[in-house]
């Protein structure tokens, strides 16, 4: 792709000195430009409430620019991206003061991108400043980040302020995991290939991990996490939108509706979880204190300006059933959890055994095939799978074996790009497929709600798990009651 089909676009940032948009927005928008992906009629407009020269924001840029994208960077595509940047002053709660946005952008007939790079309960009024100032014509778009909303109460409030505004295909909702390059190719996987189209459903497939470990802990984001807690801040957008892709059936058509057509549905079959059974199919913990890579590092009660009565969850497990008939039988267990002993991000899919095993005077029970996607890090493939070892001593002795397709390694003349740079791009040609319709968003609030209401009318327990470590004692003996391990 190169500057001939991609479309003029003004992108308004909208929180241009936070730091969403200095660690990703601003370094995605120099990969573009770097890559041709930007027309030379396109423009960017930053936007927040400081008091700064133009000169000055530019130098901001540049330096933000330096820190975080670890490469040599290219002067040409630097000057080429500071040229397009325009900062703007601007109180986002006066819808008055969006004409001096109108002024700006002036009679442009580029697409106008609007992203909301700021807490989810000013939306609406900055919808409303763009409606004031018909900013909000056909050719406008908004990009929401999460959090949208704490519940499915809150997400409509939300959604519906910005719904006064814009239309259902004018709005960009963001998960960036549907921007990693990997979980792009989980439909590319599932339909392109016989091997697992065929074989992706109970009858061949015994259950499914998907598992985020961050190493990270609060990072100042005290005030923020411990109102939302691991569920409402990873489970219930990142780990829910790949279970998603992972368990739809196939679309009519790769049209974005279509695909989020199949991913509602998955949603909308999952069996609830509520005070009967969620003992047994949810753990939720928190973490002490203890050792990360040799380094000491403090408990979440212990971390700057907590609430040492806290009873919040930095970690969860849940055991997700999807009902129907692809799926009976097959459980999910979902993982996420911070301060844990290394930062992943994978998929494991395990396949059943033979119904009859012949080697069992090797094997009592043959180890299973998997296929393990990593999102993060090293992105890639890899195959679990028996072969016989070799020599004329052996017999029919078995080892397990692995085919490794790592991404950097089989492509490696081409960069990998940063799910940002994917996401921003879509936007800017208009093609939701990668972006969280609010239907979806309903079905998934609708199911994490009732996991949360059972956990407080019940008064499930945290349980610790030391820092550094793969989680509390509880997470395995819930996979284990099932017979199954989880994948370390």
Request: aromatic letters at 8%; glycine letters at 6%.
């Amino acid at each position: 792709m190169n500057a001939m089909n991609t479309k003029a676009s003004d992108i308004v940032l909208f929180g241009c000195l936070g730091d969403l948009t200095r660690r990703k927005l601003l370094p995605s928008l120099y990969q573009l430009e770097k890559a041709g992906l930007f027309t030379q009629q396109s423009r960017i407009i930053c936007v927040a409430r400081d008091d700064i020269k133009q000169s000055d924001y530019l130098t901001s840029v540049a330096d933000c620019l330096s820190e975080f994208i670890d490469e040599e960077l290219a002067s040409e595509s630097i000057a080429n991206l500071l040229a397009k940047i325009t900062y703007l002053q601007l109180d986002l709660l006066n819808k008055e003061a969006f004409s001096a946005l109108k002024t700006c952008i002036g009679d442009s007939d580029n697409s106008l991108i609007n992203y909301f790079a700021v807490p989810a309960v000013i939306y609406g009024s900055i919808c409303a400043g763009l409606a004031q100032h018909d900013l909000n014509h056909a050719q406008a778009r908004v990009v929401l980040e999460k959090p949208i909303g704490s519940s499915l109460i809150t997400s409509n409030e939300v959604n519906d302020e910005v719904a006064k505004y814009f239309t259902e295909q004018q709005t960009y909702r963001i998960d960036h995991y549907l921007g990693k390059e990997t979980v792009l190719n989980l439909l590319d996987l599932r339909f392109a290939n016989s091997l697992f189209s065929t074989k992706w459903d109970n009858t061949t497939i015994d259950h499914v991990q998907i598992s985020v470990a961050e190493e990270v802990g609060i990072e100042g984001r005290w005030g923020y996490f411990d109102q939302a807690g691991q569920m409402r801040d990873m489970l219930q957008n990142h780990l829910i939108q790949i279970l998603t892709l992972v368990a739809m059936d196939p679309p009519l058509s790769l049209d974005a509706d279509n695909i989020r057509d199949e991913k509602v549905k998955v949603l909308k079959a999952l069996k609830p979880i509520t005070m009967a059974n969620v003992f047994e199919n949810t753990v939720r913990g928190q973490y002490i204190k203890g050792f990360l890579h040799g380094q000491q590092v403090p408990g979440y009660l212990d971390e700057e300006g907590a609430n040492t009565q806290s009873n919040t969850e930095s970690f969860v497990v849940v055991k997700a059933e999807i009902e129907n008939w692809r799926w009976a039988g097959v459980p999910f267990y979902l993982r996420t959890g911070k301060r844990m002993a290394n930062k992943v991000s994978e998929i494991v899919v395990y396949f059943k055994n033979p119904a009859h095993n012949l080697f069992s005077e090797y094997y009592r029970e043959l180890p299973p095939n998997k296929l393990t996607i990593r999102l993060q890090p090293k992105e890639g493939i890899e195959i679990q799978m028996l072969n016989k070892v070799p020599g004329l001593t052996e017999s029919q002795r078995l080892q397990t074996t692995k085919l490794d397709l790592s991404f950097n390694q089989a492509f490696d003349n081409l960069r990998i790009a940063d799910a940002y740079e994917r996401l921003m791009l879509e936007v800017i040609n208009g093609n939701q497929a990668l972006f969280v319709r609010r239907d979806e968003v309903e079905a998934s609030w609708a199911w994490c709600d009732g996991i949360l209401s059972a956990w407080k009318t019940t008064g499930q327990e945290l349980a610790t798990y030391t820092a550094g470590s793969s989680g509390p004692v509880a997470s395995i003996s819930l996979i284990a009651r099932d017979g199954r391990a989880w994948d370390e």
